[in-house]
């Protein structure tokens, strides 16, 4: 099969496009044909170095991992040939007690797809069972490769870890990217008022688009604190939502009203943040930091997408040779969601 190798990290990545065996399906897994595998920053901090931590030698990154069943194992049970699915973000035993108290992505035993072990970008990749979650038929694979991730990865940030209710103020920063314009859906979806932030100016249109009347650049040299007040009768956030890091964390911690919670998804420049204690003490504030999707979120994710309350957004489908060109477009920040890559570039 094609696959997709990262030979050497760093500021500009080598990658080699070369032909291996095809993957053997396991006793209780399934082998899937890739269609579609979503490039995340994760992705992006392993090709530029900034992640070496756990990384096999030559990995075939991709984590976010949709296709269709080719081949099943003799103890596989509940998907069959031709089933579309997704794959979680891990492995994981599935009998631990993490795995049964539903946090299977913190297994023991977990490797991350696309970091530890070999990922997606490849025409084919073996997932035993429990880390697979099916779809409906009738769902499209190049959006439903982002299920798992940002989708499922917001689900579990928003829905669990900050409980956001109806009628409550989720401000989200980095609105127009992968995790951001995810992240905005699932807030509105669970009833709240969504403020979003963004750096770039092309893609407040797109978001408004999307059906977001509060949509802001975040022009240097502006506080968005002073807006958020201004927009929540003096009241502040109830969430802020960060998957950019550092870059907004003292920022992102001033939009907080009392009892507010800063959820942090990434951290995008590699930096480090000072904070003035005081800002988190006198609002009972908390900040809280998130990775990772349960397959209780990758299911719920998989509803929302499957019945129309979340649109994955895609703004490129390349194939997997034009690796060099999305990574220089996600490092240039102007993607809007998320890109792409199929085996062969054209949507299935
Ligand atoms: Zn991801
Ligand atoms: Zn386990």
Excluded: W
Excluded at 83 to 107: F, I, Q
Excluded at 185 to 211: C, D, M
Excluded at 310 to 329: C, D, G, N, R, W
């Amino acid at each position: 099969m094609k696959a997709l190798i990262l030979k050497e990290a760093g500021v500009d990545p080598a990658f080699d496009l070369v032909e291996i065996d095809d993957p053997s399906v396991s006793e209780d897994g399934v082998v899937l044909e890739v269609e579609a595998v979503g490039v995340c920053h994760h992705d992006i901090s392993v090709m530029d170095g900034t992640l070496r931590r756990g990384v096999k030698d030559d990995v075939i990154l991709g984590h976010e991992i949709a296709g269709t069943v080719v081949d099943v194992g003799p103890s596989t049970q509940g998907i069959k040939l031709g089933d579309k699915a997704v794959t979680t973000l891990t492995t994981s035993c599935g009998l631990c007690e993490t795995c049964l108290g539903g946090l299977e992505y913190r297994c023991p035993q977990a490797h991350g797809l696309g970091h530890g072990i070999d990922g997606g970008f490849a025409e084919y990749i073996s997932v035993r069972r429990n880390n697979l979650v099916k779809l409906e038929d009738h769902m499209d694979l190049i959006g439903a490769s982002l299920i798992a991730c940002p989708i499922g990865v917001t689900v579990r940030a928003l829905e669990d870890l900050c409980e956001v209710s109806d009628g409550q103020s989720v401000v989200v920063f980095g609105s127009g990217g992968g995790l951001g314009v995810h992240a905005a859906q699932v807030a509105s979806s669970l009833g709240a008022e969504v403020i979003a932030f963004t750096r770039s100016p092309n893609k407040i249109q797109r978001l408004q688009e999307l059906g977001f009347g509060q949509v802001f650049l975040l022009e240097e040299g502006l506080d968005p604190s002073d807006l958020v007040y201004a927009l929540t009768q003096d009241l502040g956030a109830d969430i802020a939502f960060n998957p950019v890091g550092s870059a907004v964390f003292e920022a992102a911690l001033r939009c907080l009203g009392n009892g507010g919670k800063m959820v942090v998804l990434g951290e995008v420049e590699g930096n480090h943040s000072s904070v003035n204690i005081a800002e988190l003490i006198f609002r009972d504030g908390s900040v809280i930091g998130s990775s990772g999707a349960g397959i209780r979120h990758i299911e719920s994710a998989c509803e929302q997408v499957s019945s129309g309350i979340i649109t994955p957004v895609v703004e490129v489908i390349l194939p997997f040779e034009e690796i060099v060109q999305a990574y220089k477009l996600i490092k240039s920040g102007d993607v809007f969601g998320r890109i792409v890559l199929t085996p062969t570039g054209k949507p299935t």
